[in-house]
């Protein structure tokens, strides 16, 4: 007979009974669910609702339990259905009737959402200490290169010089946001909401502070049909661990063609490469395009709930154990991307000449002739179209800026001088661009030096 069988006159069918059980994956949840119940059981006996030989003994039996799980010694049953039912019903087999009493002033749907709540507080902070790891193997990367030159990109097309420090701190913003943003959720899901029963509370006389303090959260929900039916610090994390997932797909985009012989800017450690079942030469980066594959799964995750909980009208529905299995794959996904992509990037060599050469070419220096002009009083947009028609003549006769004469210069602007060699130089280019977030060495250096202190006031 089922723990909530009582109004019912035959047992379910054999395949509800596998449909309807959530087992198979809520049992992860066992840590949260038997502390939930000792705070819950704790708080029974305070009150006086069960009395403290009563509380003690089953404290006794879930901390057994627990042993017995964290050992291996347990086996689930899908006939119980989740990981609740079966915690019970393992605590009456050891304690006996007493064990009953456990669940009195409370319902399934309090205590599933307290466990997601402390499951996903301890995983967000596991989230955040893996991008915070990340972000510091960037800065020590970055210090590498502050003057590594190297061409940056719009549209795929060579634009400017910048250094590879700059570019990899980029990144650092990106990851350093992320963890600003889990942060921001822990807000939301700080909150203690045992004691909202199945809806509507329960008539016993319940501590609800007394539990949050017992459980470390912050305060208590203040509406019990909210309480057992709010899923949205599941969509946060869910929508935070997409825009993690966006971020090191972009970056693992660039590290793939960066690896390829087109590019040569780096190469991958043999760690974290794969090669061809056919073709002997190859060295694939396999590890960044899986972290760019599953991207795509952490935003099915999302999309998933967002769909589940679009209709569901107040309260709790059984709709609603599809959150788990959609949040658990991208805590897992999420958490597997960073452990693999900090060694990766950690790992790689950097081919600082390749990169230094290849910022020579796609007339990269080109916005730097136009401030050339702009400087000595040429209105910008003119000394644009100079530019673009000196560009236009270095591509018919096969030039770079710097192979012209100073006669061509001149032919184009009499206000180009024998100085503009020296200012059209790549290093010359980034080192000028002063400006505070630039790429000028100086004030990387400055970025970084600010980077671990904003880091380590977020951790």
Excluded at 203 to 210: E, G, I, K, S, T
Excluded at 400 to 422: G, H, N, R
Aim: negative net charge; aromatic residues 8%; contains cysteine.
């Amino acid at each position: 007979m089922k723990l909530w069988g009582g109004r019912f006159a035959k047992n379910n069918d054999e395949l509800m009974e596998d449909f309807h059980s959530s087992i198979t994956f809520d049992k992860r949840l066992y840590r949260e669910d038997i502390a939930g119940s000792l705070a819950h059981s704790a708080m029974l006996a305070k009150q006086g609702i069960i009395s403290e030989e009563e509380g003690n003994a089953i404290r006794a039996g879930l901390q057994s339990i627990l042993k017995d799980i964290d050992e291996g010694h347990v086996e689930f049953d899908i006939k119980a259905e989740d990981i609740h039912m079966n915690v019970e019903t393992m605590l009456i087999e050891r304690i006996g009737d007493v064990g009953k009493k456990l669940h009195t002033g409370r319902s399934r749907n309090d205590q599933v959402a307290l466990d997601i709540r402390l499951y996903m507080k301890r995983e967000t902070d596991e989230v955040i200490a893996l991008l915070a790891d990340l972000n510091e193997t960037l800065i020590t990367m970055a210090e590498q290169h502050r003057e590594t030159v190297m061409p940056g990109y719009t549209h795929l097309q060579k634009a400017q010089p910048i250094t590879f420090a700059h570019h990899l701190m980029a990144y650092f913003e990106m990851f350093l946001r992320d963890m600003g943003r889990l942060q921001d959720s822990k807000k939301r899901l700080d909150s203690m909401v045992l004691g909202s029963g199945a809806l509507a509370g329960t008539v016993f006389p319940l501590d609800r502070n007394f539990v949050a303090e017992q459980l470390g959260f912050g305060e208590i929900s203040h509406n019990s049909l909210d309480g057992v039916s709010d899923r949205d610090f599941a969509l946060e994390f869910l929508a935070a661990a997409s825009t993690i997932m966006m971020h090191l797909s972009r970056f693992s985009e660039e590290i793939i063609f960066w690896s390829s012989g087109e590019f040569g800017f780096i190469t991958l450690d043999d760690g974290y490469s794969t090669g061809s079942s056919i073709m002997p030469q190859k060295k694939n980066p396999d590890a960044a395009e899986l972290v760019r594959g599953k991207t795509g799964r952490v935003y099915g995750d999302l999309m998933a709930l967002l769909t589940v909980m679009k209709g569901i009208p107040l309260a709790y529905n059984k709709d609603m154990q599809e959150d788990k299995e959609a949040l658990f794959d991208a805590v897992d996904t999420v958490k597997k991307c960073l452990m693999i992509f900090k060694p990766m990037v950690a790992t790689l060599t950097i081919h600082e000449e390749r990169m230094r050469n290849d910022a020579e070419g796609g007339f990269i220096n080109a916005t730097d002739a136009a401030d050339y002009l702009a400087e000595r009083g040429v209105p910008f947009r003119e000394a644009h179209a100079v530019v673009g028609s000196l560009i236009l003549h270095c591509e018919k006769e096969g030039k770079a800026l710097k192979d012209l004469t100073i006669e061509e210069w001149k032919a184009f602007s009499p206000v180009f001088s024998e100085d503009i060699y020296d200012f059209v130089t790549i290093e010359k280019s980034v080192q000028r661009r002063q400006v505070p977030g630039g790429p000028a060495p100086q004030r990387v250096q400055e970025a970084i030096a600010a980077a671990k202190q904003r880091l380590e006031a977020m951790k």
